[in-house]
Structure formats: C-alpha cells, structure tokens
C-alpha cells in the first residue's frame, strides 16, 4: 500500500513540473540577452561596475515595458579576463543558453576568438569596451559591433593634444599587448599623418607583471623627451608614476588614456603626487547630452557611487541590443544583426550609429587632468579638461 | 642614442644589491641542502606584508619593521625546516621530493597570505597590491638620479656582505656552516652539532629574505606575488655564484644586475619590448649550467 502511495507521489511530482510547463504561455517566456563581463581576473574592479551599467539598462527596458511585450532577462557570464575563459562563456551561453544576441565581451582577445564563431552560429556580439583596431580586420567583423570608441580614435585624440601643445620629443611607455601597442601606434599615425615635425625618441613596451621600470623609466630621461605617453592599467601604473617621480620625470610632461583613468591609480600617495605634477592629460571615451545626464543620475542613485569609466558603454549595448530585437520583429540572430546596423537612438554616450562595420560613427572623449581634492580619499580625483567630439 | 652610463652602472649597483640581498639567504641554504628551495620566494613576500603591517598598519618605524620581519620570517623558516623538510630528509627523500615540496610549500604560503587577510582584516593582506607610504628624498648627484631607498638598498647589501664575511670567517657558528656546508660527515665527525647549524641557517636565510622582501615592495608595490616575481634572477645569482658560495654570490648579484640593466638598454634599442629582460636572467643561468655548473665559486675557493 505504502509502495503503491509512494509510485503514485512519484508519478505526480513528475506530472507536476511538466504541468507547469505547458500551462505557462509560451509569449512570457523572457527574451535573454547575453552578457560577457570580466567580474574577475586583472579587469575584475572595473567588470563588476561595467555589469552595473547592464543591469540598470535592463530594469529600464523592463520598466517600460520590455521587448517584444516580453520581459528582458541578462545570462550573466564571467570571463575571468582570459580570452579562452570568456570564448568558453560564448559557448555555453549560444548552445545552452540559447542566446542570440551578446553583449561582451569586455577584452580584444576574447573577441577575436569569438568572431568566428558568432559568424557561424550567426550571433551579433556588441562590447562595451574591446578597443582594438584589428577587430574590424576580422573575417565575420560584422557580426561584432562595439559601443566604445576604437584605439584610433583615442590615438588621434592624443596626438593632436602633442601638436597643439608643440611637443618635438616624444617617448611612449606602453603595455606589451595589443591595446598599448595599438594605441601607440596610433597616436604615430596620427603625428605622422599631420606632418610632425618632432621626432619619437623613445618607444618601450613593458610587461605589466614586472612591477618595476626604473631601467625603462631611465631610457626616456636619457632620451631627453618633452613629453611622454603611457598607456597602462591600473598597478603596473602606479609603479611607473612613483618610479618616474624618483627619477624626477615630472618635470616634463606626461599624458594617459583610458586604462590610466580611475581613483584606483591614487592608492600610492607618490604615483598620486606624480600624476598631479605631471600629467597634461589623458583622454577616455565620455558621454554627452540629456540621456548621459539621465545615465549618471539613475546609476548613482541605484548603487551609491557615481559611474566609472565602460559602464556607460555597458549600459548602451545592453539598451542596443533591445531596440535592436524590438526593431527586428522577432528573436533571431541574423534579423537582430540586420537591426542594429539600421540602428540610431541617443545614448549615455551620445547618439549612437553603426558603420556597415559594426563600429561607432561617432563619438566623444574627455581630456582629463588630476587635480588635488581633500574631500576624497586618497586625496586626489580626476578632473575634466575639455570634451573633443570626434567623428569617423 | 644617448644612454647616461653612469646612470645605468648606479641602477644596476641598486638592482644588484636587491638580489645579492635577497640570495645570500638562499645560497647558504642550497649550500647546506643541497636541493632548489623555491618556497624561498614567499620568504620575499611575507617579509614585505610582515613590513608592511608592522610600518605601515601599526605605525612603527620602518627599522622596527625590519627587526620584526627578520625574527618572525626568521621563525617561519625554521618551522618550515623542522615541519616539513627535516622530517622528509630524515624518511630519506630524494633533492627531487624535496623540491617538489618547496615548490607545494611556496604556493601554499602564496595563497594562504590572502587568506590571512581574510580571517583577520586588521592585517590589510590582499591580492590587491598595498604601497609603503614613506617618502624617500630623491636628489642629483651630478647626472646621476638617487633617491633614498636606493642608496639605503645599496648600504645594506655593502653592510651585509661584510656582516656575513666576518661571521663566516671569524665566528664559531660561520666556520660550523661552511664546514657543514663543505661536507657534512666530516662537520659531524668533528663534533659540529650539524642539525643545529642547519636550523640556525634555515632561520637567518628566511630573514634575509624577509629583508628583502622590504625593500622591493618599498621599491615597488607589495602583493602575494613580490617573491615569486624575482625569484628567477636570484636563482641565477645562486647559480652563477656557486651554490652556496657567498662571495661568489656577491660578484654574481652585480653581473645580473649589470646584465638586466644594459639588456633593457639594448632590448629598447633594438625596439624589442622589454619583457625580455626577464630572460636575461635564464640566459645567464642556462650558460652558467652548460659552460661552468660550479659557477663562480671556484675563483673564490682557497688553493
């Protein structure tokens, strides 16, 4: 009896789960969107404030009302800052998961991997932040559509800033990866392009897991440069800053980008002091207009701290690749690519369009210094110079 | 191009000191253990996040910090010995178990400095790199830049060396470590408590490192990884030196400081990154292991 009692709970709890299934109506099941950051690894501080910038796009999106009369959900996936790890997560997330639109990934080297194959599986990728240029040179590169400004344009940026100032000795400090070394050679390109008549004495790419570039640091004072550029992430900057202030580098001027931006780089009160004397200025990509303003406020409101550099970037792709699906009429990879080249809406970086390329047609970055400011923390912030639009 | 040499002999002198620091310790133990002791380098990085709790987080002056990450360092190196690596030498482990071990202790250690400062957060031990906070006067000698740290860097190794030359020459203990060193039978047959010097070596080897461990995360940035980041080139002084040979490690501390320091000179020159540099420190070691395995040691050796 008890047997038989047992077969039948059995039987039901089977029955039950199933029940559901087919009772639910198939129009609320939500529309996933796919979502790539790099919450761990060497990216990890800024992946976690990226990934807020996508969760506050998509409680707006469903706030008004979702896509397609459907709720928005994000498949949240961690690429751990390592390309292979985060081609993993692609994978999982288009067979699994079945996503057809993803936004990520963060980094160039985990793009590249993941070109290919969204060109097979037919899966529009937009990242809020891979910069490098060589991601448009890739076979599939128009099913790869990025939110954030390329490597050139921040480079031409940069190089202008070297001409007007009229700077002849340049010496460039570089991380030994495709962001520094692409980002070099575009602010060349661009001295280059306008007839520079300076000359680059000095170009040292680094290993960013050496921690100490006093012999590199010394090459560029015995080089005799009137300015310097460095692109670098966060500690391997600290050390160059405090390394160059012993050096007395400090005495000619220095310039940053977007990977150099951020309170995380005043933890050492010298590299600080070094940043304040020094630094000219550095440029990131920034937002402009009445949706930025709307941006700012609605992110500092939801997690009580204003919004760093990429989580604007984050929070358009996520908001593209809605009105793209909305735009396409149905949940399908190849119509939703087909969307989003046909795509314009203003966003918290400005107006936002597509090239047949799946790159950015404009945008804007910041010049930005360090200024001393004994309210904060460390003790310093980063302050705005001038916004430069700048357009393909 | 221009290149201020003097300028590139004082960093080297800076750089060389670093190591010859950092691989006294280690070849006095390889002298007296006779296998590659790799957990040395979290010696390195307990010593900087010991230094940096002490000066740092609790405020006492950097000398006090490097008193007390000597002794403690100092202690820790002992436990590892009597723990762990007696024990085994005593069940009759090959140089290769031993190894092996050093290599499972060092990445323990590594990982478990973070863990610490998990459990207790006053301690301020983390993945996320820390900074020493004190200001070091940088001043121009002529063309040539020094700043504080690096002249104190400097006078430390000279200062050591000459320690480490009287007490192995003139002291009881000294001569007990060079003749265990030399051969541990006869040390044992004429009535050195051979046991005893290791564990003392063990002791003063780890707080060496410790001090080290000081000064390159004064230098630059204290983190889990501040040993094992310059582990390769002090295992190439060692070599180069002759295990266990001090004088030989002192001449050899210069030559790869000398060697990283010109390499990064010509690295750039030649418009390669200088990642390479790194490998300087293997080139020098793998030449050292084909031309002259016993390295240096034998210009020092007493006819």
Redesign the interface.
């Known amino acids: 009896m008890i047997k038989k009692l047992l077969l039948v709970v059995a039987v039901l709890s089977l029955l039950i789960p199933a029940m559901a299934c087919t009772t639910e109506a198939p129009s609320s099941e939500p529309i996933k969107i796919g979502c790539l950051l790099d919450t761990t690894g060497d990216l990890g501080p800024m992946g976690g404030r990226i990934l807020n910038g996508a969760r506050l796009a998509a409680e707006e999106i469903n706030a008004e009302g979702g896509v397609l009369g459907k709720q928005v959900v994000l498949v949240e996936e961690d690429g751990k800052t390592d390309p292979g790890a985060g081609f993993d997560r692609v994978k999982k997330m288009v067979e699994i998961d079945g996503v057809e639109v993803i936004t990520g990934p963060m980094i160039t080297g985990a793009s590249l991997l993941a070109i290919p194959y969204a060109k097979e599986h037919q899966i529009p990728l937009i990242s809020p932040s891979a910069t490098g240029i060589q991601l448009s040179h890739e076979d599939g590169t128009e099913w790869f559509f990025r939110t954030c400004l390329r490597d050139d344009a921040q480079g031409m940026v940069l190089g202008d800033i070297i001409l007007e100032q009229g700077y002849t000795k340049l010496a460039t400090i570089v991380l030994?990866n495709t962001y520094g070394k692409g980002l070099e050679d575009a602010v060349t390109d661009q001295l280059e392009k306008k007839g520079w008549s300076g000359e680059h004495v000095?170009?040292?790419?680094?290993?960013q897991?050496?921690?100490?570039y006093?012999?590199?640091l010394?090459?560029i004072?015995?080089?005799?440069a009137d300015v310097v550029v460095c692109v670098s992430y966060c500690?391997d900057g600290?050390?160059i800053f405090?390394?160059a202030?012993?050096?007395?580098l400090d005495e000619i001027a220095w310039m940053g980008c977007d990977g150099n931006y951020g309170s995380g780089l005043f933890?050492?009160?010298?590299?600080a002091e070094f940043m304040e004397k020094a630094f000219i200025g550095g440029t990131r990509t920034v937002g402009t207009g009445s949706q930025n303003e709307h941006f700012v406020s609605a992110y500092t409101e939801r997690f009580g701290e204003a919004p760093e550099v990429y989580s604007d970037t984050m929070y358009d792709a996520v908001w593209a690749a809605a009105k793209a699906i909305q735009a396409a009429g149905t949940y399908d990879g190849e119509a939703i690519r087909v969307a989003l080249t046909g795509l314009e809406f203003n966003g918290a970086t400005g107006p936002i369009a597509f090239n047949e390329i799946g790159d950015r047609t404009a945008g804007a970055f910041e010049i930005w210094e360090v200024v001393e400011d004994p309210s904060t923390e460390t003790g310093y912030k980063n302050a705005p110079i001038e916004v430069v639009t700048w357009s393909a | 191009?221009?290149?201020?040499w003097l300028?590139?002999l004082v960093?080297s002198a800076?750089?060389g000191s670093l190591y010859l620091i950092a691989s006294a310790g280690l070849t006095l133990i390889y002298g007296l253990c006779k296998f590659p002791y790799f957990a040395y380098a979290e010696y390195i990085a307990l010593g900087a996040f010991i230094g940096y709790f002490v000066s740092e987080v609790m405020g006492v002056s950097l000398s006090g910090a490097f008193v007390i990450s000597f002794l403690v360092v100092g202690a820790i190196g002992f436990l590892c010995y009597r723990g762990i690596f007696q024990p085994l030498a005593r069940r009759g482990a090959t140089i290769i178990h031993l190894m092996v071990a050093s290599v499972a202790l060092g990445l323990i250690l590594r990982h478990l400095i973070p863990v610490f400062g998990d459990i207790f957060p006053v301690l301020e031990w983390s993945w996320?790199?820390?900074?020493f906070?004190a200001?070091?006067a940088?001043f121009?000698l002529g063309s040539v830049?020094i700043?504080g740290?690096?002249a104190w860097t400097v006078i430390a190794a000279i200062g050591l060396s000459i320690a480490l030359h009287i007490m192995l020459t003139k002291s009881k203990i000294g001569k007990a470590i060079r003749a265990t060193s030399s051969n541990p039978n006869l040390a044992l047959a004429s009535g050195i408590d051979v046991q005893k010097v290791i564990w003392i070596t063990w002791s003063l080897g780890a707080g060496l490192a410790a001090i080290a461990g000081i000064f390159r995360g004064a230098?630059?940035?204290v983190w889990p990884n501040t040993g094992w980041?310059m582990i390769l080139p002090v295992f190439a002084v060692v070599m180069l030196g002759g295990i266990g040979n001090f004088y030989g490690a002192i001449t050899a501390a210069f030559i790869v400081g000398l060697a990283?320091?010109i390499g990064?000179?010509a690295l750039?020159a030649l418009?390669?990154?200088?990642?390479y540099?790194?490998g300087i420190a293997f080139i020098i070691l793998i030449i050292t292991l084909i031309v002259k395995p016993q390295g240096l040691a034998m210009l020092f050796r007493r006819s």
């Open positions: 030994d000095v170009s040292i790419h680094f290993d897991s050496r921690k100490d006093r012999s590199e010394q090459k004072k015995d080089a005799g500690d600290i050390i405090k390394q202030m012993d050096l007395g933890k050492d009160a010298k590299a | 191009m221009d290149v201020n300028q590139v960093n800076v750089t996320s790199p820390s900074y906070t200001d070091w940088a121009n830049r700043t740290l690096w230098e630059t940035q980041e990283e320091n990064v000179v750039t418009g390669l990154s200088t990642s540099r790194i």
